[in-house]
């Protein structure tokens, strides 16, 4: 059986270079590939995993035109993980150092690992 939707979504947002490039995006409304290089010093490979991640996690649309990638955050996915957050329990984001948990908890912050 697959994870929970709500964890691959946790699991993307857990990432602050993910999380940040989805702030912009959001805050921009639509911006290309490049538009997002330009705000983030990294290779182009690894916006690139960035993108894939968020993508697959259905928190990011990207739009072909011609020879560019115009990208769009799926605000309805994140108000659906908001409402899935709050139904399941409480999720805690881990300091990025604890990667036998991925960075992320989800349950009673009592029980934290």
């Known amino acids: 059986m697959g994870e929970s939707w709500v964890v ?9 270079t993910r999380y940040r490039m989805l702030q912009e995006i959001r805050a921009a409304g639509e911006m290309t590939c490049g538009e997002l290089h330009a705000r983030f010093p990294l290779s182009q490979a690894t916006i690139s995993h960035h993108i894939k991640t968020l993508q697959q996690a259905g928190l990011l649309r990207v739009r072909a035109e011609g020879l560019f990638r115009h990208l769009s955050a799926e605000s309805s996915r994140l108000s659906a993980f908001a409402a899935g957050v709050l139904v399941r329990g409480t999720i805690v984001v881990l300091p990025s150092s604890d990667h036998a948990t991925g960075g992320v908890w989800l349950g009673d912050p009592i029980g934290w690992p």
């Not at 691959?8 to 602050?16: E, N, Q, Y």
């Open 8 to 16: 691959i979504v946790a699991r993307a947002l857990s990432d602050r």
